[in-house]
């Protein structure tokens, strides 16, 4: 059971265009959600993060968008750059847990490609 | 760079096997997070060490193990190992604070090949 879904593998846009990668989640108890990326050959890395108590979050050509209500959060890229070419993991986990733990819930991942 | 090290990069051994894979955390960070990518697939929990104690499981086989020793640093050990078990292993490490945007950090990987 996939709790965390990106439902489209892959993903082209124009270089200087808007990309918005999308992901879905089924557990409620999810409340905090991560965005990664990660190039080839390398670890994921922190991108961009939103907890359930906003709607919005921006970080210079990065916003994420989480509508709590329809389970979905999306991650806006503008202008997409070719170096935003990568994988792009959608994360999520309870902002508490009573055990202490903070293991996160990833998504398959949406490979971008931005074309020059 | 995360300050996440792991070693080694890449690891080849054969079915039946042990190896141990390394782990070392950011500065001041308490947790040491597992996961396993297998191809095409997102990345998945294996378990989760804070201050040297076991703190969560996920989806771990009981052939593997892990521990983290007091200076933080963890090893993930694999035993009779699989064809299936080649996938690349990420260690991530967080500060733990108990503060909702306690965020982790991803090691480079190792690369695990059974042949």
């Known amino acids: 059971d996939q709790q965390v879904k990106q439902n489209s593998p892959s993903l082209s846009v124009q270089e200087g265009r808007i990309s918005i990668l999308n992901c879905d989640y089924t557990?409620?108890?999810?409340?905090?959600f991560l965005w990664y990326k990660k190039y080839p050959a390398e670890g994921p890395t922190f991108l961009i993060s939103?907890?359930?108590?906003?709607d919005k979050n921006e970080d210079g050509r990065f916003t994420v968008f989480l509508n709590k209500s329809a389970k979905h959060l999306s991650l806006h890229i503008v202008p997409s750059q070719p170096g935003d070419s990568a994988v792009y993991f959608c994360a999520a986990r309870p902002s508490y847990s009573g055990a202490g733990s903070y293991q996160l819930t990833f998504g398959k991942g949406t490979k971008l490609s931005v074309i020059p | 760079d995360s300050g996440v090290t792991q070693t080694p990069k890449h690891l080849i051994t054969a079915t039946g096997q042990r190896v141990t894979l390394r782990c070392s955390p950011r500065?001041?960070?308490?947790?040491v997070y597992w996961y396993q990518q297998s191809l095409d697939q997102g990345l998945q929990f294996l378990i989760q060490?804070?201050?040297?104690?076991?703190?969560a499981k996920g989806n771990i086989l009981e052939r593997f193990s892990a521990q983290q020793f007091p200076d933080l640093h963890s090893e993930l050990n694999l035993s009779s190992l699989e064809l299936g078990d080649s996938a690349l292993y990420f260690c991530?490490?967080?500060?733990?604070?108990?503060?909702?945007?306690?965020?982790?950090?991803f090691g480079p990987g190792t690369r695990l090949t059974v042949l």
């Open positions: 557990n409620s108890m999810f409340d905090y």
């Open positions: 991530a490490s967080s500060a733990s604070t108990g503060l909702v945007s306690d965020t982790q950090y």
């Open positions: 060490y804070y201050n040297g104690e076991e703190r």
């Open positions: 939103i907890s359930s108590i906003k």
């Open positions: 500065s001041g960070d308490l947790s």
